[in-house]
């Protein structure tokens, strides 16, 4: 009996992946749960498990091959018990059956167009004389239509929404329309627009390269795919707008020299991205809506009362964002082990899907690398990011005297649809507020 090996529904959406490693081989006896592939996805790295006890009978996939959810990908010739021993040594010789050719990838069906049923056309709307008032302007054509069936509350959602109320089905008695009906409207011709929009922008064409010299072409791998369309979609999506300021970290760096030099056999050492770990959350108990999500469908303001925050992390196959859980109720040495860890999961491809979601707001720290200040782009769906750059020393009059401080860039992009540059203000002269004073950080973070 020949079993079939599928690539298994991965979540969030992830439509397949790049495979990195084969880990079996024909011949290898494996069990249920041990891991066959190695498999880039568009979030990170995934070991895919065997979903049945066998002897490998073929391998259907090659390093570097796409893999789609629910392609055969390794075939199983012969079935071995959950209760036996699994050695990776071969069997004596025995009459074997030859496995069964391995199932081609199936490619994804056309695109079917169905011929929408011929429907009567509406009645036409009952409309006053068109007999202009001496009032209006000339060359203006007034709205003679009945006023749509609906109570004020409902036109304030549609104004709000941006929607004529005489295109709304009314799902009440005689065609009265309500709010629910209003957000239906909107949620449905959203649905539409995505459907009939072209997968992708099309681009100009580029010209041959070659004819001005040598060049050399890659595929862009899972990952960077993934990245170039989370950040066009966000680009598009969101109205940004970046605000910039300066913390004097002056006490808050020699504190963590210290803590450091004293705690030098410890796991996890303070850096900065720690202590703004803790600045972050207490300046989003404060200004609640920059850990919100913004969901026009429905017209709502999806306030979190949790607060898990992204790391921006760099590595040479891409750039990750591995997510730090309930920052709010760890200390600053616990936030230090668990970044540390998962920076290095980052770098060795370790992530799990569920490191990299839930995120309500994230930081980037360009610090380590230098420059002063750039303007990073929101992580959709949250609302704002902060941007760390590196330090440097500034002369800064304080009490009226020239002092040398040590003066830490700051950059702060959002969504203008959520949050006003008033408050985006506000937000940064908090967070420089909570750098400056260490104790007074701790205290509050």
Do not use: C
Request: aromatic share 4%; glycine share 8%.
């Amino acid at each position: 009996m020949v079993i079939e090996i599928k690539l298994p529904d991965l979540g969030e959406n992830i439509e397949g992946g790049d495979v990195v490693k084969v880990l079996v081989s024909p011949g290898d006896v494996i069990k249920e749960g041990q891991s066959l592939l190695e498999l880039e996805t568009e979030k990170a790295v995934l070991e895919v498990p065997s979903t049945a006890s066998g002897r490998v009978s073929a391998v259907l996939v090659k390093t570097g091959e796409k893999v789609k959810v629910g392609q055969s990908f390794l075939t199983l010739g012969e079935e071995v018990p959950a209760s036996s021993p699994v050695s990776e040594d071969k069997p004596a010789a025995q009459e074997i059956k030859p496995a069964a050719p391995p199932t081609p990838p199936v490619s994804a069906p056309m695109a079917v167009v169905k011929e929408e049923p011929t429907v009567a056309p509406p009645k036409p709307e009952p409309v006053m004389p068109k007999t202009p008032k001496a009032s209006e302007p000339a060359g203006v054509t007034p709205d003679y239509r009945l006023p749509a069936p609906a109570g004020p509350a409902v036109r304030k959602v549609a104004r709000d929404l941006g929607v004529d109320l005489h295109k709304v089905a009314g799902s009440g008695p005689g065609g009265r329309i309500s709010a629910e009906d209003v957000r239906k409207y909107v949620k449905e011709t959203m649905t539409k627009l995505v459907e009939q929009a072209p997968p992708k922008a099309a681009s100009p064409a580029l010209p041959d390269f070659a004819q001005w010299g040598q060049i050399e072409k890659k595929p862009l791998t899972s990952v960077r795919r993934r990245i170039a369309e989370r950040l066009s979609m966000a680009w598009q999506t969101i109205p940004h707008v970046t605000q910039f300021d300066t913390a004097d970290i002056t006490e808050l760096e020699s504190a963590r020299r210290k803590y450091n030099e004293a705690r030098a056999a410890g796991p996890g050492k303070l850096t900065m991205t720690v202590f703004s770990l803790k600045a972050v959350v207490a300046a989003l108990k404060e200004f609640p809506h920059f850990n919100a999500t913004l969901d026009l469908v429905k017209g709502e303001l999806i306030y979190k009362n949790y607060y898990h925050l992204g790391i921006a992390v760099d590595t040479e196959h891409g750039l990750f964002v591995p997510v730090i859980r309930d920052v709010d109720r760890k200390s600053v040495q616990q936030l230090a082990v668990e970044l540390d860890q998962l920076a290095n999961r980052a770098r060795q491809r370790k992530l799990t899907l569920n490191d990299m979601q839930g995120g309500t707001f994230t930081i980037t720290n360009l610090g380590g690398i230098g420059g002063t200040y750039f303007t990073p782009i929101v992580n959709y769906p949250e609302v704002a990011i902060l941007g760390l750059s590196r330090s440097k020393q500034e002369q800064v009059l304080v009490n009226g005297k020239v002092e040398l401080r040590l003066i830490l860039p700051l950059s702060l992009s959002y969504d203008h649809r959520v949050i006003d540059g008033a408050d985006g203000a506000r937000f940064l002269r908090r967070l420089a507020e909570l750098l400056a004073d260490p104790v007074q950080l701790l205290l509050e973070g």
